[in-house]
């Protein structure tokens, strides 16, 4: 199954070197889940062109720095494609700023929250269990880093994960075809942790230093990672 990753901004410079960019993050996701998965990237954010979400296997669209309520040209052509490919049942998968903007594409609100960054390793409570999660346990625990949040989900959306600092954490949708979350289970706890230490002078210290801490709990990437891998190949 061929994934095209829609990329929606970099990884910080000083960490690119290192832990590469956001698509090879998410090549290295679904490998581990050892499924026969292929890649192609577009790099929206540079100004590639989208292609017709109808003729896609599948749809990844990644985090970003840009918020969806800022002014950039490539916005709007992808509120589009999410709305084609919604409406074509084209598997799509959205993380972080994708989890965002397929909200706001779809009926959603997002804006940046009044609770502040959200950075470590952050715990939710399956609200519900779509096929694909069926095995689900109570609570998973993944990386993210946000600000920004969907503070209201779209009518189409049902909420699977949310946390008290995060209701709208996970979102399946009712066309049984697109799926998307807030936290991120493409990161490795290094780059997690190099990712929160980049936040001091921004975030809070004692927000920086309670999610370098709360790395050193058990993560469930690999288990989201799977749940995201079947999502995509047992339909």
């Known amino acids: 199954m061929k994934l095209?990753?829609?990329?929606?901004?970099?990884?910080?410079?000083?960490?690119?070197?290192?832990?590469?960019s956001y698509p090879?993050?998410?090549?290295?996701?679904?490998?581990?889940?050892g499924r026969d998965f292929s890649y192609e990237v577009v790099a929206v954010?540079?100004?590639?062109?989208?292609?017709?979400?109808?003729?896609?296997?599948?749809?990844?669209i990644t985090g970003s720095p840009a918020g969806?309520?800022?002014?950039?040209?490539?916005?709007?052509?992808?509120?589009?494609?999410i709305r084609r490919a919604y409406a074509a049942n084209t598997p799509m998968l959205g993380i972080c700023f994708g989890h965002q903007i397929m909200a706001d594409a779809l009926g959603g609100v997002v804006t940046k929250s009044e609770k502040g960054w959200g950075i470590g390793r952050h715990?939710?409570?399956v609200t519900a269990r779509p096929a694909f999660m069926a095995d689900a346990p109570e609570a998973l625990s993944v990386a993210c880093s946000h600000q920004d949040q969907v503070i209201e989900a779209p009518s189409e959306a049902e909420v699977i994960l949310a946390s008290e600092f995060t209701p709208n954490a996970g979102l399946a949708y009712r066309n049984g075809a697109a799926?998307?979350?807030?936290?991120h289970p493409e990161f490795e706890d290094d780059y997690a942790q190099a990712l929160a230490?980049?936040?001091?002078?921004?975030?809070?210290?004692?927000?920086?230093?309670?999610?370098?801490?709360?790395?050193?709990?058990?993560?469930?990437?690999?288990?989201?990672?799977?749940?995201?891998?079947?999502?995509?190949?047992?339909?």
């Open 4 to 20: 095209t990753i829609i990329q929606t901004g970099e990884v910080p410079a000083p960490l690119l070197p290192r832990f590469g």
């Open 24 to 33: 090879r993050m998410f090549e290295r996701m679904f490998d581990a889940t």
């Open 45 to 60: 954010s540079n100004g590639e062109a989208l292609p017709d979400p109808s003729g896609l296997d599948g749809i990844v």
């Open 68 to 81: 969806v309520y800022e002014d950039h040209p490539w916005l709007d052509p992808l509120r589009d494609f």
């Open 123 to 125: 715990t939710y409570q």
């Open 179 to 183: 799926l998307s979350f807030q936290p």
């Open 197 to 235: 230490e980049m936040r001091r002078g921004r975030a809070p210290d004692a927000v920086v230093d309670s999610a370098v801490a709360s790395l050193e709990r058990a993560s469930d990437s690999r288990i989201l990672s799977d749940y995201i891998a079947r999502f995509f190949t047992e339909r």
